[in-house]
């Protein structure tokens, strides 16, 4: 078994021994679906602190409710589309900042993902 296999065994069965009285519903979900849970483990931690990472998403998504909020009728689907779209394009203006391991986790995705990079 490799380390990372080892740890995320481990993680199975610490999760399981913790949370399956108190929500047996999820630590079944959580067994029923190791395989593809277990490939989350695979990356290294700076990857998978970026994939669990939702602020930004949760933001965004913020930002967009309270533009929508505002306006509770829309005269149509298509008025809705161009506010969301001119909201997009508002809020993304201020996404300058970058993550200072960046670099770091480049070269780790290009290793796990050489074919899907290789034209970047």
Do not use: C
């Not at 993680?11 to 849970?37: H, M, Q, R, T, V």
């Not at 990857?47 to 829309?74: A, D, M, W």
């Not at 394009?89 to 993902?113: A, P, Y």
């Amino acid at each position: 078994m490799q380390p990372q296999q080892k740890k995320s065994h481990w993680l199975n069965w610490s999760f399981d021994e913790k949370w399956s009285g108190k929500y047996p519903k999820i630590a079944k979900s959580w067994k029923d679906n190791w395989a593809n849970l277990s490939t989350y483990f695979k990356y290294p931690e700076a990857v998978r602190r970026l994939i669990y990472t939702t602020n930004t998403i949760e933001g965004f998504n913020r930002q967009l409710r309270k533009v929508t909020k505002s306006k509770t009728v829309f005269p149509s689907d298509e008025s809705l589309l161009k506010m969301l779209y001119l909201a997009m394009m508002d809020i993304t203006k201020k996404w300058t900042g970058h993550r200072q391991d960046w670099g770091q986790i480049h070269s780790q995705l290009e290793i796990f993902f050489e074919e899907r990079l290789s034209g970047l």
